[in-house]
């Protein structure tokens, strides 16, 4: 299916905010919806937050507790000013656009300008999360009964560094038997940097070797992706490398130790108070 205007760029934070209202869901209840909140530029829509919003729907009718969705979205303002309404979100693993989601996205129209439609299946019918984006638009004849078209987005995921460093540490949980995991410290944190860097390095120069050799055809956006990848790279010598790699480690060991001492002597005056 084609899609037409913006990109909409979804945080995993959405995401896991979404999921975890589907799960807390009241007894009965077939889905969920929610404000979406983001930015809005000329080519995108990211999508950095959202909020569940307290509805019932039966097959005659839909309610929606609006009062709730606005006290909430004043309260964000207050927390980040920047993040504005820019569509809602409801779970189903249908597609499908419904008579009640028609009337719930006409609310949304009064409070943003063209939001977003997002669909998000929680349930997972496919194994994966799979969500579509949709933006409607008018249709009909001028001054008869008009409609409203849905077409769908392009949807891409993105993330801030910080999030990436929560990813990382779900994704360790897919491997563990009883599906959790727990922080790991400072130096094995560089450990697994340090050997992911390693297996990066060693794709890419499996890569340049097949091309070299005529196995690959070469791929000119590659190209320039690596040439920029080699400029970035600062002009040092292994042994002043090996210096400051060594200089950083010291520190971090300090670090470390000074924290390890600081726990240790918070212990020992908590015994000491109890005796």
Known sequence: MSAFGPVVKIHPVVLASIADSYE??????????????GT??????????????????????????????????DLHKKVSASEVVVGWYATGC???????????????????????????DTALQSGKMNLRAYVSAQMGVPGKTVGMMFTPLSVEYIYYNNERIGMDLLQRTRTTPTRTTGLTCDLSLVACSAAKIQDMLATVLSYI?????????????VGRFLMDMVNKVPLVS??????????????????????????????????LVLL
């Open 24 to 37: 807390r869901r009241n007894e009965g209840a077939s889905r969920v919806i929610g404000t979406l909140l």
């Open 40 to 73: 809005i530029d000329k080519h995108a829509v990211k999508v950095t937050n959202c909020f569940a919003v307290p509805h019932t729907e039966t097959e005659e009718e839909v309610a929606v507790d609006m009062e709730f969705a606005k006290n909430m979205y």
């Open 94 to 120: 249908c597609f499908n656009i419904t008579d009640h989601s028609l009337m719930i996205h006409k609310y949304y129209c009064r409070e943003a300008t063209n939001p977003i439609h997002l669909i998000v």
């Open 209 to 221: 070797e097949d091309v070299l050799s005529g196995k690959v055809t070469a791929d000119t956006s």
């Open 238 to 271: 292994a042994e002043d490398f090996g210096t400051m790699h060594n200089s950083n480690i010291n520190d971090l060991s300090m670090v470390m130790y000074l924290c390890n001492l600081a726990q240790a002597q918070i212990a020992l005056n908590e015994k």
